[in-house]
T-cell receptor, first 115, second 114 residues
Framework: KAGVTQTPRYLIKTRGQQVTLSCSPI?????VSWYQQTPGQGLQFLFE???????NKGNFPGRFSGRQFSNSRSEMNVSTLELGDSALYLC??????????????FGEGSRLTVL | GENVGLHLPTLSVQEGDNSIINCAYS??????FIWYKQESGKGPQFIID?????DKRQGQRVTVLLNKTVKHLSLQIAATQPGDSAVYFC?????????????FGAGTTVTVRA
């Protein structure tokens, strides 16, 4: 069974640009969540989607958005990039309908560098 | 704010020795915890979890201890191997209604010396 796939793995952008990151969950998983990982803030929750609906959102500005498609694939978008947005963006998927358990599987992440 | 935090940011261990990674939490209502391992260039990987009705849970070479009195949990790795070099996180699912997120501690980087 294929794991969580994130694309692109690495990308470089400049301030003011926007970026779209993609996540393909494990087949059959309907919950997809996104996390930002930085050396200073650690792992921070961005948002979670289930059946195309955002169920929870973390404390990030409106420049961070996401969506989920009918096939459970998800994208997140960051507009008007700032230097502080440089981070590893991790996607995770789960087959659970409610709650979070160890059955949450992470992808390898998309490493974004903002210059 | 975060509910979980780790005691030491780094831990250096001799190969073959046991490793102990500590984590404290602040929310006495927390009833479930997960430990993750993150190797360089990879996403976090589930190691073991524990519910608050247990004090101890064992896996393959790993044991998690939970002390609800002092709101502390620890991950013990027996006979540490080079492949155990990674960053270890404790996480709290913050299981409230309609919450589907993990609160992660800061992480402890474990380095195994040959």
């Amino acid at each position: 069974k294929a794991g969580v796939t994130q694309t692109p793995r690495y990308l470089i952008k400049t301030r003011g640009q926007q970026v779209t990151l993609s996540c393909s969950p494990i087949s059959g998983h309907r919950s997809v969540s996104w996390y930002q990982q930085t050396p200073g803030q650690g792992l921070q929750f961005l948002f979670e989607y289930f059946s195309e609906t955002q169920r929870n959102k973390g404390n990030f500005p409106g420049r961070f958005s996401g969506r989920q498609f009918s096939n459970s694939r998800s994208e997140m978008n960051v507009s008007t990039l700032e230097l502080g947005d440089s981070a590893l963006y991790l996607c995770a998927s789960s087959s659970r309908v409610r709650g979070v358990t160890g059955e949450l599987f992470f992808g390898e992440g998309s490493r974004l560098t903002v210059l | 704010g975060e509910n979980v935090g780790l005691h030491l940011p780094t831990l250096s261990v001799q190969e073959g020795d046991n490793s102990i990674i500590n984590c404290a939490y602040s929310n006495s209502a927390s009833d479930y915890f997960i430990w993750y391992k993150q190797e360089s260039g990879k996403g976090p990987q589930f190691i073991i979890d524990i519910r608050s009705n247990m004090d101890k849970r064992q896996g393959q070479r790993v044991t998690v201890l939970l002390n609800k009195t002092v709101k502390h949990l620890s991950l013990q790795i027996a006979a540490t191997q080079p492949g155990d070099s990674a960053v270890y996180f404790c996480a709290d699912p913050l299981t409230r209604p309609n919450d589907y997120k993990l609160s992660f501690g800061a992480g402890t980087t474990v380095t195994v010396r040959a």
